[in-house]
């Protein structure tokens, strides 16, 4: 069987890997060499953000992508469709830099909801601005929201994100939680000397509220490519921290191709009477990759196959170009053809993408 038997274009995008597709099955989904089947879809909305966290990205923020690069509202919907109805594609994720800053997030939502094959919708925000839109989020068909949040401390939540809006966060997650919009989950990066001592609290404060805290190992993503190893909250430190006040035991509930190893925290319930569990995400120190399910799309059109990708492949030109839905289909099974087994980051000559995490989408 040939390429154009596939019907896979014998070109790559600019830039892109040259990828030999000559062994790639006829699958319709979003195959690999490794056996992976990407069912997982991340969409960066915007790579502006309203906040300047010390761990993303300078004081002064980042030279912005101009509006006529960036995917219309009709584009977006047009490659979610492809996604869900060529491709398998069965949880949506929409992420920024900040999504809420996407004047047609609800229209997004609201046509991607509708589609037949509905996926599982959801949202990682900061949270600002979360208290005015949870409700008509939630009416468009969003079914939970994901909140960055590193501290409870209105003095260490300015420093950490260079702005006093700690209250404006914690408005939104309530109006998230009312609005039905769960479980709503807390990705918290720790971070040394700064709120490293801060696990226990939250773990507590996350339980007597209902959301579901999940803690991530901070990675090689940062706009000024300082991160160091060794300068690292490590996900044996949190559990050590989160053990020295609980009592967790591993999730039984088969992990798939889930970020966060789940553990249930014992003696704790969730609103709802289901159990209470916290999440470690150790994308450095346990990576996962071996199970990676996710696919991801840039605010400008491209597919990247990894967060820690050199290499991105170019859908954007392709639907300015007048390509048909199919052939988009087709270039994507490319771009996913070509994933590497991993991350690389223990890798002698590991570098990191160019675009920091804003511009990516987490």
């Known amino acids: 069987m040939t390429i154009l038997d596939l019907g896979v274009p014998s070109v790559p995008a600019p830039g892109a890997d040259r990828v030999d597709t000559s062994d790639r099955p006829g699958e319709n989904r979003l195959v690999d060499r490794f056996g992976r089947v990407a069912t997982d879809l991340r969409i960066s909305l915007t790579d502006r953000c309203n906040l300047r966290c010390t761990y993303c990205m300078p004081a002064e923020g980042l030279e912005w992508m101009p509006t006529e690069e960036a995917l219309t509202d009709d584009e977006v919907v047009r490659l979610v469709r492809v996604a869900v109805g060529h491709l398998g594609v069965r949880e949506i994720r929409f992420t920024g830099g900040e999504p809420l800053l996407r004047r047609g997030l609800e229209d997004i939502v609201a046509a991607t909801a509708a589609l037949p094959q509905r996926p599982e919708t959801s949202v990682t925000t900061n949270a600002l601005g979360l208290a005015r839109r949870a409700r008509g989020l939630a009416a468009a068909g969003l079914d939970r929201v994901n909140v960055s949040l590193d501290t409870l401390r209105p003095e260490r939540f300015a420093e950490i994100t260079r702005r006093d809006r700690l209250g404006d966060v914690l408005d939104g997650l309530a109006a998230a939680r009312d609005a039905g919009l769960t479980p709503v989950k807390i990705n918290t990066v720790l971070m040394p000397g700064l709120n490293d001592d801060e696990a226990p609290d939250l773990l507590a404060w996350a339980l007597a509220e209902g959301f579901e805290l999940r803690i991530i190992e901070q990675m090689p993503l940062d706009a000024g490519h300082s991160w160091q190893r060794d300068r690292m909250v490590t996900a044996d430190q949190v559990l050590g921290s989160l053990r020295e006040h609980f009592t967790l035991t591993p999730d039984p509930a088969e992990r798939g ?7 249930l925290v ?9 159990p209470a569990r916290v999440g470690i995400i150790a994308s450095v120190t346990r990576p996962f990759c071996g199970n990676c ?4 799309l840039t ?9 820690f990708a050199r290499t991105e492949n170019d859908l954007r030109g392709l ?13 994507w099974r490319v771009a996913m053809w070509g994933k590497k087994p991993g991350h690389g980051i223990d890798d002698p000559g590991f570098l990191q993408p160019d675009r920091p995490m804003s511009a990516i989408g987490g």
């Open 257 to 263: 191709g889930a970020p966060a190893e789940r553990f």
């Open 293 to 296: 399910d996710r696919t991801r």
């Open 299 to 307: 605010a400008d059109g491209q597919v990247r196959t990894c967060l």
């Open 266 to 274: 014992d003696g704790y319930g969730r609103p709802d009477g289901g």
């Open 319 to 331: 639907l300015r170009g007048g390509g048909t839905d199919d052939e988009l289909a087709d270039a």
